[in-house]
């Protein structure tokens, strides 16, 4: 079984500041993970995957995100938030078939 | 690319009437789609995953008499929740496999109330 999990129901950040919304799998295998994006009432936005390759993954936007084995992590970043940032950003990961975390709410403040 | 529209946007429906979503590739096919229900402030549920030419395969507690899924082209599903009552109330969202199918593009969602 594998599961997603993201430790943090809401990130606060001001804009121009950088950000990181957390992100911790426990799947078996190899892992396919995924970051996707919603705005309110919505569908997801996909921003990045990390299937294999450089653990540092570019995405849309000006996201990346990081993969670390070692911490089972990937956790997504941004240099320098906008307040349209602002959303409600979901980690997933699976072939296909995809488990997602809960969601954590990106709010960037003016 | 990667387009995934959804029909329609939103509806209201009266307790006991029937209401069909359809979900559409626009630029590419797809064999595989997905959907999945949404409360409020709250993650995606997986419902069924709805293979073209084939039965949809439903996840344990998703009742497949209420919630039908009919994939008829590479291009199109639909889910039609039969017999719809309140709390069957929902943001609704379809999913569809790309040319790698390990990336799922999102139609826009269907909010669905009833009365």
């Known amino acids: 079984a594998q599961s997603v999990a993201q430790p943090e129901d809401q990130v606060n950040v001001a804009e121009g500041n950088p950000l990181t919304v957390k992100c911790t799998y426990s799947v078996s295998g190899n892992p396919y993970l995924f970051w996707y994006v919603q705005y309110p009432n919505r569908g997801l936005q996909f921003l990045l995957k990390?299937?294999?390759?450089?653990?540092l993954v570019k995405g849309s936007y000006g996201f990346e995100a990081e993969f670390n084995k070692s911490q089972t992590s990937f956790h997504l970043k941004k240099p320098s938030a906008l307040v349209s940032d602002s959303a409600l950003y979901f980690c997933?990961?699976?072939?296909?078939?995809?488990?997602f975390g809960k969601g954590t709410m990106l709010l960037v403040s003016p | 690319g990667a387009v995934v529209s959804q029909h329609p946007s939103w509806v209201i429906c009266k307790s006991g009437t029937s209401v069909k979503i359809e979900c559409r590739s626009l630029d590419f096919q797809a064999t595989t789609m997905f959907w999945y229900r949404q409360f409020p402030k709250q993650s995606l549920m997986l419902m069924a995953t709805?293979?073209?030419?084939?039965?949809?395969?439903?996840e344990q507690g998703v009742e497949k008499d209420k919630f039908l899924i009919n994939h008829a082209s590479l291009t199109l599903s639909t889910l039609t929740v039969t017999s719809a009552h309140p709390e069957d109330s929902s943001f609704y969202i379809c999913?569809?496999?790309?040319?790698?199918?390990?990336?799922?593009?999102f139609g826009p969602g269907t909010r669905l109330l009833v009365l």
């Open positions: 709805s293979n073209e030419g084939s039965k949809a395969t439903y």
């Open positions: 999913s569809a496999g790309g040319q790698n199918q390990e990336t799922q593009y």
């Open positions: 990390y299937i294999t390759g450089d653990n």
């Open positions: 997933a990961s699976g072939y296909s078939t995809l488990t």
